[in-house]
Every structure is written in C-alpha cells, then in structure tokens.
C-alpha cells in the first residue's frame, strides 16, 4: 500500500505543530486567564475577569476599557472583529459561547441575539439611565453611543440651500446618477427598516423603486462615499455623521472638502441609531459584564464618546460635542430599535428593486 | 489514512455548509437557487476568476521563465522580490491603487488588483518547475530545427503545465474567494454577497445556500483541471544527472525584460509602497505604537509557522498520492482538499467556531485551532506544490529503490522527499504568506487579546486610519520577503 508509506512522517508532523501551538498559545501576550471567581459586590474586581466580543474597533473604546480596568481591577479580555460576524460567532457558539458581553456597532445584531434567547436581561437601574428610544423593549440590550444619518455633500456642486433635508427628495430627477448610497451597508438597511416601519411597506417600496430608477451610485460603505464626495466624484452621498468626523480627523479639517447636511427631524432618513452592549446567558463572568455596562454609560465613558468619538452621548447628564446639533434636534423617526433586526425583508425589497 | 485525514480536515467547512443551508428545511434553499440573480452571480464570479487566472498565468509563467532560463543581472533578488506581492492583502492593494487612481471600479479594476497580488500562486510552482526540469529536451528541440518561441511553446511549457496548471487552479479559487478587492473595486461577486447576507441580515441560512454553490463550482473547475492536466509522463528517465540549463543570452533583449520584470514589480509592490508612504506623511493618526508592531509581527511569523508546517505536513500524503495514483478515491480525496480554498475565510471560521465549541472545546480559541484554520484554507497550495513537485521525479526510480531492498518508508524518505523538496518547499513558502496576511478566520478564531499584524491592519483602516495602518502593512511585506528570500536563495547558490 502506497498510502502507508508517509504515515509516520505526516503523524508525526501533525503531533508536532499541533503540540508546539498548544504551547505557543500561552507565548503571545494574551491577559491573564484567570477565573472569574465570584466576588460579585466587592467595591474591587481584582481578579476578575470579562470576555468581551467587541464589534467596535479597538480605537474606538480601548481607553475606556483600559479606564475601567484601571476603576474595577477588572481585566477585560477583548476579541475585536466585525460586528456582524461576532453576531455570527454567537450565534454558532450558542451556550459554549466564552463571552460574557457583546458590544455591537448596531442595534439590529443585538436584535437577532436577543431573538435567539441569547441576551440575559439587564438590572433596570442600568437601563433607565438611557431613553426608551435606545434600549431593547424587553431589557435585553442597552444603546451606549448614538449616531445619526446624514447627507455628505460636495459644497462645489451643491451649494448649502439645496442639500435635501428628507430622503425623499432624493428621488427627484435633480438628483438623477448624483446620489451615492450603500445598499448592502447595515446602516442603509437599517435606515429602511426603518422607513418600513414608519412610512408602511409600500410607501418603501415605491420609494426604493424610484430610488433605484434614479441611477445612484452604489458603494460597499459609508467611508467609500464619504471619499467619494470628498473627491468630488458625487455631489451627495447618504452616510452616518460620525465618518465625517472621522476622516477630518485623519486628514484634517482644513483639507476636507465635503460637508454635512442634516435631515429634518422626523425624516426616515435622519434615523438615529445606537452601539450598544447586552451580557450573554449563562454567561460566567456575568457580574463584572455588568458592571462594565455600569460603565460604559457613567459620565467618564459618555464624555469619550462625545469628545472622542463625535458620537451622541446617550445619558442625559452628558451633552454632545458642540459640533453636533442637540440629539432632539436631529432625532428622526420613532422607533423601536430592536424592530430593526428584520432585515431580510428590508433586503427582499433592496433586491426587487434592483438595488443590491 | 494521512491522506483521508486531511481530507477529513478539508471537509470540515463542507459538512458546516451543508449542516446550515439544509437548517431550514429545502424551501429556501429552492428559493435562493432559483433566483435569476443567483445565475447573474455564478456568471460573474465565473468570468472574474477566469480573467484573473489567465492573467495570472501570463505574468507568472513569463517572469518564471526570464528567471529561470534566461542570464540576467541580479536574477537572485528578481526572484525574491517577485514572490512578495502575496503577502500584500487584496484589500491593502485595492485601497493603494483607489488612493492613486480614485476612478478606479469595477471587472477590471478588480482583475487588475487581484492579478498583482496572486501572480505568485503561478510564479512560484512554475519557476521551482523549470529549476528542476532537465533542459535537455528543449536543446533536442533546439538542436532539430525548432526556433526558441518553438520550442518554448511547445516542450517548454508543455514541462511547466503540471505546475502551471496547479498554480492556476490556486488562483482561480482564490479569485472565488476574495473579499477585498471586489467589494472595495465595487465589483458584484458571490463573495460579496455571501458576506452581506451576514453582514447586514445575521442571515447564516443565505450565506450557507450561496456556500454550497460556490462548493459547487469549485468542484466542477478542479475537475476541469484534472482533465486538462492529463496523464502524460513528465518525468525524465535518461541516464545520468540531470544539467543546470544553460542561460539564453538575452542580448538585445535584455533591457526589454528587466522593464517587464521591474513593471510588474513597480504595480505591485511599487503602488502600495507609495500610496503607504503617502498616508504615512500625511496622514493625522500616523505615530507607531511599536511595542504592539513588533509583538503583532511576532504573533504572525509564529501562527503563520506552524500554519504552513502543519499545512505541508497534510499535503504530502494527499500530494504524493494524487501524483502517483490515478484511483478514484484519491481524486476525490485531492478535490475535497480544494473546497477550503474557494469559500470565503468566514465561512471557513464559522464551520472551524462549530467543531471548536462542540468537539475541540479546550483548542477553541488557542492557536492550535487557529492554525488548524489556516490548513483547511491553504491545503490546496501545498497539495498542489507537493503534487507538482512529485510528478516530475520519474516512479522508475522509486522501483529501482524498492529492488535495492528499501522499505517504502525509506523510499519516500531517501528518494522522493529529496527530490521534490525545492517545490514543497515552494509550497510552503506560499502557504506561510498566504496565512501572514488571512484576516476573516484569524480574528474568529485567534486566542482572545492576541493580533497579528493583518488584524491591527484591519482595525486601523476600519476607521478610516491609513497612516496608522501603514506600518503595520509595511512590516508584513519585509517579514514576507525574509521566507521567500531563504527559500529562493539559498537553493539557487547550492545549484549555482
């Protein structure tokens, strides 16, 4: 048998990698794993320990993790990754899952965790602290920062008075092959969930047909329009405020060359959503998640959010950065966020109408 | 039974895909299958991966050629250098050239990019193919009449198609599987969708029915290969040792080919070189964090490591096998190594999450299980570097071996080892930059804390974060020449 012959060698082989990565997985500086013995209601967590899967990226809470460390003793262990294939992760892991607590970019993944019975309710004392508008209706998740939608605009093509302050001026045959949009984003899905639940089905559906018939320019992402418009390759472009913010901090606000223009309140396009964070059930570092959460909406961490991270503070004791209009000002549709996890309908109707 | 292992392994993502398309019962897998809009995207992934291959082809058979056969100043560093775009990922290329060329979108683009950073797939096996061909039968060729593009076009190529064909298989999977490139050059593959289908629904259903198909048409273009691959002898069976080929003085031409060599070097690597250095002065989050550079450097030459070592290790039996045998089972057993290739790293990472909370809880999130990933992706490389390689060394001489009384184990050990080791070694060269630079399994699956530099690469141009991006892409590219240097230089001075 011929298939005898490197047997030994590939056995051996095998063992071998298998082996030294067995040891080497201790080698890369990975945080302690200690076990989250419970001392739950101790003034220090030192000792314990939280499992965070974090959707949002490292810059983006590093500090006010390392700030809440620094407070609780507690060390949080991060795995950074996208939002929604953590969601995925999740969902696949099911009760074996590690992690003690999710921090999602958008309310929708929280959604379909919480569909699957995999969010543990969260004490009312942390979910009061936030609107109505931003948390789960049956306390399974809690909003941390918000965001608004917003329209980027070239100001040399269009000039600040005729920037469309409702979505649905977007499909006026002005604006035939000048509007950029992201329709396979979850942020555009999103916002037409949205739309679906507070203008009906079929006012959507017309809209999205006369969207589709007036040639926008489809882009995978918000930061890609946003570079887009920037360049003066479209006038107009449909994104979240904060990639603004974003890029004038990279390249500086002197030199970007594209603007934002607010919808009017009200609009289902001005959808105002949130990053939020649910503790997972069954979860074995479930006491410090929480008082991680405790954290993540004290004054310190909001303060970040809103100086930082030009994002929408979400308790009422910290104000938004002074570049950004008052949260009730801009505050579209009412809506309950969690609703946003039906997204295959949102996506059913994006593809009849030949969007994605 | 290594071989059926592997192909246990490789089945993993397989069996997972199956597992969640079928979860719902058959209604939406009929639903997705049926929609016109799911043949528009087989025929466009079709014609990407077609184009990308062909293109691939050219480049990499071309460039082998004037290195291997041909005497030209500094042919050392030409190979070296030529292997490093692998290690540049599709999207850190996509992202270069859009900064450059900001109009850049759509087929062409995308073909474009990702013929720069997956030529090598063909590069590589052609060129360890034409070292160790004898170039006897070119003189032949030669001495009977037959001019230079002759007998290039007909023994020459003809010697390198074992290897040619394999490293074009390798990129027309990849080209199915990529991410980067199509989604930033805004071009409507299967991948991009399968990956909105999570992205924006947490609709694993969809993206497991898409997985299948994907599976699919991967199985129909590995037997593709195989038929035009054939079953002709590629083995030389004169007396004697085989010759260093004597170099074709290029004369006249030579100014030509080191313009075509540095050309395609300079889009290559030249283009993200720039666009880096460009965001690294101008950009407003440049300033290194270089404890966390030189850790996630060290991460990835470790993980990528014992990737390719264990990759290797899998794909010698399936290799050696597929190069000797022509049983059925072993075909098989050689195209189910191929599906991992194909499908999109999340697929590969979520079927790898499943085992790993279910059957090898203690490995999940460990290295082991993370390294684990990377064979099940890139065992195609290696069992088509190891296949490649063994082909060319002749059975006759494992016979006489086994006639002078060895065992077969010594057989493989003292004679066919030997003898395809500069292709194996091709092989894991390939391998180990192809894992360098993974980024979907590598941040499901690595241990919790841990980055290697193409997760910080990731997190960086997340939000928008070139400057600080670049060293970390620059770092990749350096650590990827130190492989590819070893194996590409060591080699030619012993020979030389």
């Known amino acids: 048998m011929r298939t005898s012959r490197p047997v030994l060698l590939t056995a051996l082989a095998v063992v071998t990698a298998l082996g030294l990565g067995a040891c080497g997985s201790g080698t890369p500086p990975a945080s ?10 101790s003034a220090t967590g030192a000792g314990q320990a939280v499992v965070l899967y974090s959707g949002r990226s490292k810059d983006l809470i590093q500090p006010v993790l390392d700030a809440f460390t620094t407070r609780t003793g507690i060390t949080v262990q991060v795995r950074y990754a996208g939002t929604a294939e953590l969601a995925a992760q999740l ?30 309710p ?73 739309m679906r639940v507070i203008s009906g089905e079929e006012r959507t559906r017309e809209w999205l047909r ?94 970040h959010f809103a100086e930082k991270t030009a994002e929408y503070p979400l308790i009422a004791q910290v104000p938004p950065s002074a570049d950004l209009p008052p949260l009730a000002q801009v505050s579209g549709p009412r809506v309950d966020l969690s609703r946003l996890d039906d997204l295959a309908t949102t996506q059913a109707m994006l593809a009849d109408a030949g969007l994605t | 039974m290594p071989a059926a292992l592997a192909a246990l392994i490789a089945s993993i993502p397989l069996a997972y895909l ?120 070119e003189e032949v060729s030669r001495s009977l009449g037959r001019g230079r593009w002759r007998t290039f076009a007909t023994v020459t190529l003809r010697q390198v198609s ?8 390798l990129v027309a999977l990849y080209a199915l599987s990529d991410f980067g490139a199509v989604s930033i050059l805004r071009y409507d593959s299967f991948t991009r969708v399968i990956h909105s289908s999570y992205r924006a629904g947490f609709d694993r259903t969809q993206a497991a029915i898409l997985g299948c198909l994907l599976v699919l048409v991967t199985i129909v273009i590995v037997i593709g290969e195989s038929r035009a691959r054939g079953h002709a002898d590629r083995a030389r069976t004169g007396s004697g040792v085989r ?86 089972a072993v075909r098989v057993i050689e195209q189910l190594t191929y599906a991992g290739h194909a499908l999109p790293g999340i697929v590969v990472a979520l079927s790898l999450v499943l085992v790993g909370v279910t059957i090898l809880r203690p490995l999940y999130q460990r290295t082991p299980l993370l390294v684990l990933a990377y064979a099940v992706l890139f065992l195609p490389s290696a069992v088509a570097a190891v296949r490649g390689s063994v082909v060319l060394s002749s059975p006759r001489l494992e016979e006489v071996a086994r006639a002078l009384g060895n065992s077969p184990r010594q057989v493989f050990r003292r004679v066919t080892l030997p003898l395809a080791t500069p292709g194996i070694a091709a092989g894991a ?48 590219v350096l650590l990827s020449s130190l492989p590819a240097a070893l194996m590409l230089t060591t080699r030619g001075d012993r020979r030389g």
């Open chain 1, 122 to 194: 969260l004490p009312r004392e942390l979910l009061d602290r936030v609107d109505a508008r931003f948390r789960a209706a049956d306390g399974s998740w809690v909003g941390v920062s918000g965001r608004a939608r917003v329209i980027a605009y070239d100001p040399r093509a269009v000039p600040a008075g005729r920037v469309p302050t409702s979505v649905f001026q977007l499909t006026d045959p002005a604006w035939k092959g000048k509007v950029a949009i992201a329709p396979t984003n979850a942020s555009f899905q999103s916002f037409v969930t949205a």
């Open chain 2, 162 to 169: 074992p290897a040619a064909a394999g490293g074009g298989l």
């Open chain 1, 210 to 303: 006369a969207l589709a018939a007036n040639e926008p320019v489809i882009y995978e992402g918000n930061g890609e329009i946003l570079k887009a418009v920037d360049a003066g390759r479209v006038p107009l472009g449909l994104i979240n405020h904060y990639y603004w913010f974003e890029l004038a901090a990279e390249e500086g606000v002197e030199v970007v060359n594209a603007e934002i223009g607010w919808l009017a309140a009200g609009d289902p396009g001005a959808l105002v959503n949130v990053a939020g964070i649910g503790v997972l059930r069954g979860a074995d570092g479930a006491e410090p998640a929480r008082r991680l959460v405790d954290h993540l909406l004290g004054a310190e961490a909001q303060r």
């Open chain 2, 429 to 476: 060269v390939l391998v180990m930059l192809t894992c360098m630079k993974e980024l979907p399994a590598t941040l499901l699956l690595r241990p919790t804390g841990t980055e290697t530099l193409a997760t910080e690469l990731w997190a960086a141009t997340t939000v928008g974060r070139y400057a600080e991006a670049a060293p970390y892409a620059g770092v990749l």
């Open chain 1, 91 to 120: 969902l696949d892991e099911g009760e074996n899952s590690p992690a003690d607590a999710f921090l999602s970019q958008d309310a929708g993944a929280l959604g379909a965790l919480a569909a699957a019975n995999r969010l543990e």
């Open chain 2, 18 to 137: 199956v597992l969640r398309a079928t979860a719902n019962g058959l209604d939406p897998v009929l639903q997705v299958l049926w929609r016109e809009r799911t043949a528009r995207l087989v025929g466009r992934s079709i014609l990407f991966a077609a184009l990308v291959t062909l293109a691939c082809l050219v480049v990499g058979i071309g460039t082998a050629w004037i290195l291997a056969r041909c005497r030209l100043r500094g042919a050392g560093a030409w190979r070296v250098l030529l292997a490093l775009p692998l290690a540049v990922p599709s999207y850190v290329a996509a992202f270069s050239w859009l900064a450059i060329w900001p109009q850049l979108e759509g087929l062409w683009a995308a073909v474009l990019v990702l013929t720069l950073t997956s030529y090598p797939y063909a590069y590589l096996p052609v060129l360890a193919a034409l070292r160790s061909t004898d170039p006897a039968l």
């Open chain 2, 243 to 328: 010759r260093t080929a004597a170099p074709v003085e290029l004369g006249w031409w030579m100014p030509a080919a080191t313009v075509g060599l540095g050309g395609v070097l300079g889009l290559a690597l030249g283009v993200p070189a720039v666009s880096l250095t460009w965001w690294l002065m101008r950009g407003g989050s440049a300033g290194t964090d270089l404890p966390s550079l030189a850790t996630a450097a060290l991460t990835t030459l470790w993980v990528s490591l014992l990737g390719a070592a264990l990759t290797v290790a899998l794909a010698l039996p399936v290799g050696v096998l597929a190069a000797r045998s022509r049983h059925r």
């Open chain 1, 32 to 41: 302690p794993t200690t076990g989250s013995t419970p001392g739950a209601g």
